[in-house]
């Protein structure tokens, strides 16, 4: 089975094909459709293996968005360049968890996802953490049910706030060495941004395996910010830059 992906986030898209359980041709893009939208459709034939707008030799494609705005918008770039409906990600879909929440319709199509990905690739329990815009933490029991879990904000957002709400600490980059003394502003941020933010991780991890009373609980991570953000943290975890995007290739598949 060949199945076109489409991960909205708040920040970027991603792209690509998911077969018979693997990924491949995985672009990503700053803006999405409402910013890049020529790119976006070339990304989108890249994937089904088009040239040119036309009927593409694909079982579907499905699209997990947090951005509801732009969810018409795909609809229409996709059944215009492939020939195919765009199958949308929601929580009464066949998940392959069983969804233990008290408002399923308001969980996002990302950790809906993260938890179908999670559970096909790793099995349970399970705690998948996110590392985007935002930063989520879902958390799936050994007899998989989706119980929930925690949103904190995201790298991004902790730098980016810094510089827009005071008048004089400058936005910092999150790439490079991570200094052992900030000896200047810029310094001072990224010693915070690094090290508090690996202290908030593991303290968040081990707070919802205490809540799940599932010390054994994996820990997965995905998303943009993972690998920078958990680098020399001491933590057991699994890297996974493409959790997201197999998890909704894992849901289309459920749904045949």
């Not at 993260?114 to 050994?142: E, N, Q, S």
């Amino acid at each position: 089975m060949k199945v076109l992906v489409i991960d909205v986030g708040n920040t970027s898209t991603g792209i690509a094909l998911w077969r018979d359980g693997q990924i491949s041709k995985p672009t990503h893009l700053n803006g999405g459709i409402i910013g890049t939208p020529q790119e976006c459709a070339a990304a989108v034939r890249r994937a089904a293996g088009l040239t040119r707008p036309g009927k593409a030799k694909i079982d579907g494609a499905i699209l997990g968005s947090v951005v509801p705005k732009v969810n018409q918008l795909w609809h229409w770039l996709v059944e215009g360049e492939l020939g195919l409906p765009l199958t949308e990600v929601r929580h009464d879909l066949k998940l392959g968890v069983t969804i233990d929440y008290p408002e399923p319709e308001k969980l996002g199509a990302d950790r809906l996802a993260d938890a179908c990905g999670g559970v096909a690739r790793y099995g349970a329990p399970l705690i998948v953490a996110d590392f985007g815009t935002a930063l989520t933490f879902d958390c799936i029991t050994p007899d998989q049910r989706y119980l929930g879990g925690v949103i904190a904000p995201g790298l991004p957002l902790m730098v980016d706030y810094l510089e827009q709400r005071t008048a004089q600490l400058p936005r910092v980059d999150l790439g490079g060495r991570c200094p052992p003394m900030g000896r200047s502003s810029q310094q001072a941020m990224r010693i915070g941004a690094e090290v508090g933010y690996r202290g908030m991780v593991r303290e968040i991890a081990a707070f919802l395996r205490d809540s799940m009373r599932c010390p054994e609980a994996k820990l997965v991570a995905t998303g943009g910010y993972a690998g920078w953000a958990l680098k020399n943290s001491g933590m057991e975890y699994t890297l996974d830059p493409t959790l997201t995007l197999f998890g909704l290739g894992q849901i289309f598949r459920n749904q045949q």
